[in-house]
T-cell receptor, first 111, second 118 residues
Framework: GEDVEQSLFLSVREGDSSVINCTYTDSSSTYLYWYKQEPGAGLQLLTYIFSNMDMKQDQRLTVLLNKKDKHLSLRIADTQTGDSAIYFCAESRTGANNLFFGTGTRLTVIP | DTEVTQTPKHLVMGMTNKKSLKCEQHMGHRAMYWYKQKAKKPPELMFVYSYEKLSINESVPSRFSPECPNSSLLNLHLHALQPEDSALYLC?????WGTGGVLAGELFFGEGSRLTVL
C-alpha cells in the first residue's frame, strides 16, 4: 500500500456528510475501488469507478475521481452510526493481477 | 449468490500443528485469492489462482501451501506456523481476468478466518 495513501482517522457527527480521501501514484490505474471493513469482518465492496470516469453516484455514496491529480474521494451523505468502519481505497493496474490497497481510514460516527 | 464462504471463522493452532483454511464460491469466478491482514493494516496479497493454476505467489514462506482442487474451492494448508503468522486470512474471487492479466471489475471477499498461532 505504499503507493496508495489515505488519512488514518475521520470523525463526523451523525447526519453530517463524510468525505474520505485517497491519493495514488500509478498512472496505469484501470479501476478504483472503495471497500468497507467492520471490526472482525471481511471487506465489503461499496462501489468502484472506471478510471476514465470522473464521478459515480450510488444512493448515499458519491465517488469523485480526479485523474490529473490522482485523487479519489468517497462522500457518504447523511452518515449513520452503522457507517463506522475502516474504509479502504484500492486500485487495479494494467498488467497487475491484483488490487493495491490504501492504508485505510477509520471513520467514527458520533451520535 | 455473491458470497465467498470461508471456514473456519476462528482457528487456534500450535506451532507443530497442521491445519487448513477453506474457501468456496459459486459465482463461476475463475480467479481466487488469498490475502493476509494484520490488525489495523490493509490486506496483503499471498497467492492468486487463475483457472485453477497458481499464477502469483508473493514470496510466501513454504509453511503456507495453497491448493485449488476445482474452480469453486481454494484451500490454504498450514504447517509449522509461527506466532507472527497470527492474522485474519481473507479469500477473494473475481470473474474478470482480462487480456494482459488486468483485474477489471469486482473483487469479492469472504468474511475471513482469524488465525491464532500459540
Amino acid at each position: 500500500g505504499e503507493d496508495v495513501e489515505q488519512s488514518l482517522f475521520l470523525s463526523v457527527r451523525e447526519g453530517d456528510s463524510s468525505v474520505i480521501n485517497c491519493t495514488y501514484t500509478d498512472s496505469s490505474s484501470t479501476y478504483l475501488y472503495w471497500y468497507k471493513q467492520e471490526p472482525g469482518a471481511g471487506l465489503q465492496l461499496l462501489t468502484y469507478i472506471f478510471s476514465n470516469m470522473d464521478m459515480k453516484q450510488d444512493q448515499r455514496l458519491t465517488v469523485l475521481l480526479n485523474k490529473k491529480d490522482k485523487h479519489l474521494s468517497l462522500r457518504i451523505a447523511d452518515t449513520q452510526t452503522g457507517d463506522s468502519a475502516i474504509y479502504f481505497c484500492a486500485e487495479s493496474r494494467t498488467g497487475a493481477n491484483n488490487l493495491f490497497f490504501g492504508t485505510g481510514t477509520r471513520l467514527t460516527v458520533i451520535p | 449468490d455473491t458470497e465467498v464462504t470461508q471456514t473456519p471463522k476462528h482457528l487456534v493452532m500450535g506451532m507443530t500443528n497442521k491445519k487448513s483454511l477453506k474457501c468456496e464460491q459459486h459465482m463461476g469466478h475463475r480467479a481466487m485469492y488469498w490475502y493476509k491482514q494484520k490488525a489495523k493494516k490493509p490486506p496483503e496479497l499471498m497467492f492468486v489462482y487463475s483457472y485453477e493454476k497458481l499464477s502469483i505467489n508473493e514470496s510466501v514462506p513454504s509453511r503456507f501451501s495453497p491448493e485449488c482442487p476445482n474452480s469453486s474451492l481454494l484451500n490454504l494448508h498450514l504447517h509449522a506456523l509461527q506466532p507472527e503468522d497470527s492474522a485474519l486470512y481473507l479469500c477473494a474471487s473475481s470473474s474478470q481476468w482480462g487480456t494482459g492479466g488486468v483485474l477489471a471489475g469486482e473483487l469479492f471477499f469472504g468474511e475471513g478466518s482469524r488465525l491464532t498461532v500459540l
